[in-house]
């Protein structure tokens, strides 16, 4: 079997490393701060103390960090990935970054010999738990088929959507629809309230009808339960949201309902929220 080294061990990545530890996998891992990764590393992974020595030690390389700069210093950088990876290897970000940054990572792969997939992921803390985390791909086909069997491990859906980027603008695709999607169902909840009726009876009659959605049957109850511990933080929806309006500026296209959306995520962060859930989108309206 292939052995893996992985990148971006937080409230995602964890779980994804340690399905892959399951299969059976010999996973080798990076983190800037090892007691991170303690929980990992009883189960079997292999630690590495610096990106350049774990590109070299293995033949998939996947990378699951906060930030398109991240991604960036990680290939691109001094003592990089792409500077280390064995030819024929496979490099896959599972970082929601920017389709340009993608494309500029393949092309500087395929230079030497690699074979490079930019693959988001949506599904929250919920879907890498259970392994049904939806994978949305870019790259080239001989390349994605090389590694399915590794994403079907880790998601229920699969999709090759087309070239480098492809996977990153499907992800920013993602996001639109729930960025005005967890207006309507925090708008809807504090309606609720406010009528006087229960919370928890509504939304057992509305999630199996038109209003049903993901947000709505797996937000909402952690938010009738006051948690807004992370699934996905604030902070990283912030930075997708700013990644597709900066793509849809280029198309000359106008999202009013994502931009209401990071304007008032954008005012939760400015007080403090940045490190919570997305559905503390609530306390906009509390």
Do not use: C
């Amino acid at each position: 079997m292939e052995k893996i080294g992985f990148v971006g061990t937080g409230v995602m990545g964890s779980s994804m490393a340690k399905h892959l530890l399951e299969a059976g996998y010999e996973v080798h891992i990076y983190t800037r701060t090892k007691e991170k990764a303690e929980a990992l590393l009883s189960q079997g992974a292999l630690w590495e103390s610096d990106p350049g020595s774990l590109g070299a030690k293995v033949d998939i390389l996947i990378s699951m960090v906060g930030y398109p700069k991240d991604v960036e210093q990680l290939y691109l950088g001094e003592n990089g990935f792409l500077d280390n990876l064995k030819a024929g290897s496979v490099a896959i970000d599972m970082t929601t970054s920017s389709p340009a940054l993608a494309k500029k990572i393949a092309e500087a792969g395929h230079e030497k010999g690699l074979g490079v997939l930019d693959a988001p992921v949506s599904g929250g803390d919920i879907g890498a738990k259970n392994g049904t985390l939806a994978i949305m791909v870019g790259g080239a086909e001989d390349v994605f088929l090389k590694v399915k069997p590794i994403f079907e491990i880790l998601g229920s859906s699969v999709i090759l959507q087309g070239d480098a980027g492809s996977g990153q603008h499907t992800k920013m695709v993602n996001q639109i629809a729930i960025a005005s999607n967890m207006i309507g169902v925090t708008e809807a909840i504090i309606y609720a309230e406010r009528a006087g009726l229960n919370p928890s009876r509504v939304l057992d009659s509305i999630s199996g009808g038109a209003a049903g959605s993901w947000s709505l049957t797996n937000l909402i109850p952690r938010i009738l339960e006051d948690d807004f511990s992370p699934g996905f933080f604030i902070k990283h929806f912030i930075k997708d949201m700013g990644i597709a309006l900066s793509e849809a500026k280029q198309m000359g296209l106008e999202l009013p309902g994502l931009t209401l959306a990071e304007k008032m995520y954008q005012t939760l962060a400015e007080q403090g929220l940045s490190e919570e859930g997305t559905q503390a989108l609530i306390k906009y309206y509390r």
